[in-house]
């Protein structure tokens, strides 16, 4: 489940950073193009595994953590809790469409900080992906 979460932090940064992205790389619209089809179903399976983490895990090690290893602790919040987020502003069109409530509120007020949000995933995915592969910091 850990490599999915880091596939998904990623790939919900990319596309939450994709006009960033497009503006330093116009070559990069193209791979992008092919992953906002898959939009609604990252951010909803993102926002599902998020929520299973905080669960899991519980609120009391997810801060104490920050105590132990402050890199390791700022990486576990920030894809937690960022992935949530995005998660939410992604994969709210396709709940919407599944329970026939409006959550769109909760989308206004998290749009303006996606570009903020999906730098935290990238970098909490990559941070995940390079302690995965045996590169600790």
Same mark, same amino acid.
């Given at each position: *489940?850990?490599?999915?979460?880091?596939?998904?932090?990623?790939?919900?940064?990319?596309?939450?950073?994709?006009?960033?992205?497009?503006?330093?790389?116009?070559?990069?619209?193209?791979?992008?193009?092919?992953?906002?089809?898959?939009?609604?179903?990252?951010?909803?399976?993102?926002?599902?595994?998020?929520?299973?983490?905080?669960?899991?895990?519980?609120?009391?090690? *997810?801060?104490?953590?920050?105590?132990?290893?402050?890199?390791?602790?700022?990486?576990?919040?920030?894809?937690?809790?960022?992935?949530?987020?995005?998660?939410?502003?992604?994969?709210?069109?396709?709940?919407?469409?599944?329970?026939?409530?409006?959550?769109?509120?909760?989308?206004?007020?998290?749009?303006?900080?996606?570009?903020?949000?999906?730098?935290?995933?990238?970098?909490?995915?990559?941070?995940?992906?390079?302690? *995965?592969?045996?590169?600790?910091?």
């Amino acid at each position: *489940m850990l490599w999915l979460f880091t596939i998904l932090l990623l790939a919900a940064g990319v596309l939450a950073c994709s006009a960033l992205i497009i503006g330093k790389k116009p070559e990069a619209k193209q791979l992008i193009d092919k992953l906002v089809p898959f939009q609604g179903i990252i951010g909803v399976v993102l926002l599902v595994i998020c929520v299973l983490t905080m669960l899991q895990v519980g609120p009391g090690y *997810m801060f104490s953590i920050l105590k132990s290893s402050p890199v390791v602790g700022m990486q576990y919040l920030g894809g937690v809790f960022g992935g949530a987020a995005l998660g939410l502003v992604f994969g709210m069109p396709l709940i919407a469409k599944v329970t026939g409530k409006d959550g769109s509120a909760i989308v206004q007020k998290l749009s303006p900080f996606q570009v903020i949000l999906g730098l935290v995933c990238l970098g909490a995915g990559a941070l995940n992906l390079l302690w *995965m592969l045996g590169i600790h910091l």
